[in-house]
Nanobody, 121 residues
Framework: QVQLVESGGGLVQAGGSLRLSCAAS????????MGWYRQAPGKQRTLVAV???????SNADSVKGRFTISRDNAKNTVYLQMNSLKPEDTAVYYC???????????????WGQGTQVTVSS
């Protein structure tokens, strides 16, 4: 019913930039927050950044000043602009949305399939 499709990952040298996109589609009534998480090999998935429906944002300390999250409500799309990338940013990046499906009374969490970001030193 709901799909989150990510794009924009890839290989970049340290100091470079990438922009991730995630578009939500399907029987969506409303979207609360949208965010990005990442998971490095052997580590837990952690929050990178989140943006509310009112455009309030919150970033992990490790990416503050380097990553910017934004959202286009008309397109149900969230973006993550990543600048000054470091090798430690290497991970699979997952998009997440807290949304209400048409006809539902509760909010549910949906995940994208993940996109690989690799930063070489």
């Amino acid at each position: 019913q709901v799909q989150l499709v990510e794009s924009g990952g890839g290989l970049v040298q340290a100091g470079g930039s990438l922009r991730l996109s995630c578009a939500a589609s399907g029987s969506i009534f409303s979207i609360n927050s949208m965010g990005w998480y990442r998971q490095a090999p052997g580590k837990q998935r952690t929050l990178v950044a989140v943006v509310s429906s009112g455009a309030s944002t919150s970033n992990a300390d490790s990416v503050k000043g380097r990553f910017t999250i934004s959202r286009d409500n008309a397109k149900n799309t969230v973006y993550l602009q990543m600048n000054s990338l470091k090798p430690e940013d290497t991970a699979v990046y997952y998009c997440n949305a807290l949304l209400k499906v048409s006809g539902a009374t509760t909010v549910s969490s949906y995940w994208g399939q993940g996109t690989q970001v690799t930063v070489s030193s």
